[in-house]
């Protein structure tokens, strides 16, 4: 494959990357909020945190790993990778807010968090994949605000508050997509090569 078609298909990954975000983050929010309110009749509050957390970035991840396989080998733990990571944040969302008083720092601490879960799958593939730990703490700062500044227009438009939550979320999730699919892009062009083996072919 040229230079040219390579470079043309990784820029290809980005409008895939933030569609598919978005869809992830409506879809998974749905099945999210269903799931943790099934489970907060049996059990504590942060449960319900940590599952909608929890299946919300694990449908977002899935979708995501939609486009990741054709560019990162063994990419199937992309999806674990998040869903720890968003499982994890979702559990102790109430305790760093309240407790620690970081209420405004929060769409930060919780952008990083993720994006050092998904760091580790990254790093054994691309340069400087540091960066991408960044780019989700200010996709998440971003779409946090724009998600919040949204939510008076979408409410007058929806009128099922759960549905126009959900559209909120697939909102919320593009614009991190966003923001992260460019850190993408970027980093796949800086590829770590295997070394070869001796006596193995280069061919």
Aim: hydrophobic share 60%.
């Amino acid at each position: 494959m040229s230079k040219q078609n390579k470079s043309s298909l990784r820029w290809a990954v980005w409008p895939c990357w933030v569609l598919l975000s978005a869809i992830g983050g409506g879809v998974g929010f749905a099945l999210g909020l269903a799931a943790a309110e099934a489970a907060t009749r049996i059990l504590a509050r942060p449960v319900f945190e940590a599952v909608l957390y929890g299946i919300l970035g694990t449908s977002v991840a899935i979708l995501q790993w939609l486009v990741l396989r054709a560019h990162v080998p063994q990419a199937s733990w992309w999806v674990l990778a998040s869903a720890m990571g968003w499982t994890l944040v979702g559990a102790l969302a109430d305790l760093v807010q309240i407790k620690a008083g970081l209420a405004t720092l929060w769409p930060a601490i919780v952008g990083a968090a993720v994006g050092a879960f998904q760091w580790l799958v990254l790093r054994k593939h691309v340069h400087l994949a540091g960066l991408w730990i960044v780019a989700s703490a200010s996709g998440w700062v971003l779409s946090w605000h724009a998600a919040t500044g949204m939510d008076k227009i979408v409410a007058t438009i929806v009128s099922s508050e759960k549905v126009g939550l959900a559209l909120l979320f697939a909102i919320f999730t593009a614009v991190v997509g966003a923001f992260t699919g460019l850190a993408l892009v970027w980093l796949l062009r800086r590829p770590i090569l295997k070394k070869s083996q001796p006596g193995e072919s280069t061919a």
